[in-house]
């Protein structure tokens, strides 16, 4: 029975996906559910899986190419495996025509070949007009002696002098970023304030009491993101315009707190959300940035969890960042910066007190939020993080 494979059906949000890597080769074996080809869009990478055991009769759209909603991919065939078209003879052609400087070559084939130290048109292309594929450059290396040692390249670059470069084409993801970034900086009266918050309060309860939080929840970590998340719902309430955003000539003011959590991958910054974290508990938030996390660097997040969001939380404390001014996650009005734990020398009641310090960052939209709003929000975070019990009373 011949099966129709498609292109998932993308968010309004999302205009086109492209073919990132075929897992599968037409004729090769293929189980339910089995993952045969990944789509990359502007925000995640989808994963389409087989729909029956059996094989994949023909490849419509290849790596690299851009496909649209629902867009038909390839063609499967369920049972039996159906055997690939077999190729027609190729005359051989001397070594020194082979590598053309102009030979297409797809995307995961030309990383393939970098992270392997190998020129990616050297090898020999089966995919349509030559274009050289990702299984072109795994057999290529598999076909390839292994030097004894992997140092002459090394030697021969440094004994010419060349400076070595490399070029990588960005993904879509990288671009999607780029250009949100670029729009946030030229389209929206950017400023941002700084606070600074003491927070032992927050890590004495954390000590006292994260092994029982631990047992109470089932192995729910008690971090501090957590605090940052329920302090920051708390001030959205009392601040709506924080948690407004502008459409066209309107203002948007949201009956919910819709908080996002920046996540760093490899393939760049991803924001998943937590929806109504008004109403979320300590321990339901750390699981969830937790699933998150792990699930952002598998690539197995939806589309669906990082659209919305009302508010933005990014941690650059996490890799040592001691100060820093984020860029708006478009269209919010505001983003809260978390930064490094530094004891500092801090005055407290005409003493010299030695205090674990992080400084807060809020950049907001100017358009819509004046610098009293702005600063009165960011206090606001500071005095619960400084008095925990407060976010507990709503006080």
Not at 50 to 58: C, Q, R, V
Not at 186 to 210: G, H, I, S
Not at 298 to 309: A, Q, R, W
Not at 343 to 365: C, F, H, Q, T, W
């Amino acid at each position: 029975m011949s099966i129709e494979i498609k292109a998932p059906t993308f968010p309004e949000s999302v205009a086109d996906g492209t073919v990132a890597t075929w897992h599968k080769k037409p004729g090769e074996a293929v189980k339910r559910d089995e993952l045969i080809v990944d789509i990359e869009t502007d925000k995640v990478v989808l994963e389409v899986v087989a729909p029956a055991d059996g094989s994949i009769a023909e490849i419509i759209k290849g790596e690299g190419e851009t496909v649209l909603s629902n867009e038909i991919i390839a063609k499967f065939v369920a049972g039996e495996v159906a055997a690939a078209a077999p190729a027609a003879p190729k005359a051989p052609v001397p070594a020194a025509a082979t590598a053309p400087a102009d030979k297409a070559v797809n995307p995961a084939a030309r990383k393939m070949a970098e992270e392997n130290n190998i020129s990616a048109t050297s090898v020999a292309g089966s995919g349509k007009d030559g274009r050289v594929l990702k299984e072109d450059v795994a057999n290529h290396i598999k076909s390839t002696p292994t030097p004894i040692a992997s140092t002459p390249v090394a030697i021969a670059v440094e004994a010419s002098g060349d400076r070595v470069e490399k070029r990588v084409p960005m993904t879509r993801l990288r671009k999607r970023i780029a250009e949100r970034l670029l729009e946030a900086s030229n389209t929206t009266a950017m400023l941002t304030t700084f606070n600074e918050v003491n927070m032992k309060p927050v890590m004495d309860l954390r000590a006292k009491y994260k092994d029982q939080f631990e047992k109470t929840h089932k192995g729910a970590r008690l971090g501090f993101m957590s605090f940052f998340v329920k302090a920051a719902a708390e001030a959205l309430r009392r601040f709506p315009a924080v948690n407004a955003s502008i459409d066209g000539n309107d203002i948007v003011y949201h009956g919910y707190q819709d908080v996002g959590v920046a996540v760093s991958t490899d393939k760049g910054l991803v924001v998943p959300v937590l929806r109504n974290s008004e109403s979320m508990s300590l321990a339901t938030i750390e699981n969830t940035i937790r699933d998150f996390g792990l699930r952002a660097r598998d690539g197995k997040l939806g589309i669906e969890e990082m659209s919305g969001g009302t508010f933005t939380i990014t941690n650059g404390g996490v890799f040592g960042s001691l100060l820093s001014t984020p860029i708006l996650n478009l269209p919010q009005a505001a983003i809260l910066g978390m930064h490094k734990i530094q004891e500092r020398p801090m005055a407290v009641n005409g003493k010299v007190e030695i205090l674990p310090m992080m400084y807060l960052a809020l950049s907001y939209d100017h358009r819509l939020l004046d610098g009293k709003e702005a600063v009165q929000f960011l206090v606001t975070i500071k005095d619960l993080l400084e008095d925990p019990a407060r976010i507990l009373l709503e006080i």
